[in-house]
């Protein structure tokens, strides 16, 4: 199984376009949404052709903190400002997902999804991830865990952080658990994880003026 990550898109619809295009070009089976998909703060420009995009993907996923208001039953006010296509797709997006034996959730799995204080922490210095990611292999039994939020490529094993940071193929050791970071794709980032080989490919579908790279930033 061939699954397309996206995180962080924040109605980049030009990115996401091109994360689409680059998971058809890969085969993928599944279109997998980390969360902040459509920010519903500060700008919403994108957000119906964001929307309409992952909804003809029939992409599935979570929401975060920047999406958080926009899921379940949203209030009058919102569902005035927010173009209806973009509620029809967070209406789709969960708390938590998980696909065989990965788990994926818009921060580590410890974090209560339906608390947004706990969402909106942002703080990735490298002691507190490794803090984090530990939180997160004690909350879930799952071997491989997926999370955005921290606009950033950072891996790790419960025993010691992984040498990669996003620049080329990530592969995952027989029998070992991993906590992995997923660039954004409001950054130009995306990645095809593919199950069967155990790897994860880091993709660049920023602007088309920037040579195509698989170098994390």
Not at 76 to 82: I, L, P, W
Not at 101 to 129: G, I, M
Not at 189 to 199: G, H, P, S, Y
Request: aromatic share 10%; charged share 25%; glycine share 8%.
């Amino acid at each position: 199984m061939r699954l397309g990550l996206v995180t962080d898109v924040h109605c980049h619809s030009a990115e996401l376009a091109r994360a689409l295009a680059l998971f058809r070009q890969h085969a993928v089976d599944r279109v997998v949404t980390l969360g902040d998909t459509i920010d519903g703060f500060a700008r919403l420009n994108g957000a119906a052709e964001v929307a309409s995009l992952l909804l003809e993907a029939d992409a599935v996923g979570v929401w975060g903190n920047h999406d958080f208001g926009l899921r379940g039953d949203v209030s009058e006010k919102t569902r005035t400002r927010v173009p209806q296509v973009s509620l029809s797709f967070m209406a789709r997006m969960h708390p938590r997902l998980v696909i065989g034996d990965c788990h994926f959730s818009h921060k580590e799995a410890s974090v209560d999804p339906y608390d947004v204080t706990q969402l909106w922490d942002v703080s990735d210095r490298p002691r507190n991830l490794v803090e984090r990611a530990s939180n997160g292999f004690q909350a879930v039994p799952q071997r491989w865990q997926f999370v955005g939020h921290y606009h950033r490529w950072w891996a790790t094993t419960p025993s010691a952080p992984v040498e990669w940071s996003g620049s080329g193929l990530l592969e995952f050791e027989p029998h070992e658990r991993y906590f992995v970071i997923v660039g954004a794709a409001c950054d130009g980032w995306c990645a095809v994880l593919d199950v069967e080989r155990a790897t994860l490919q880091p993709l660049w579908c920023g602007a088309a003026d920037r040579e195509t790279s698989t170098e994390g930033e």
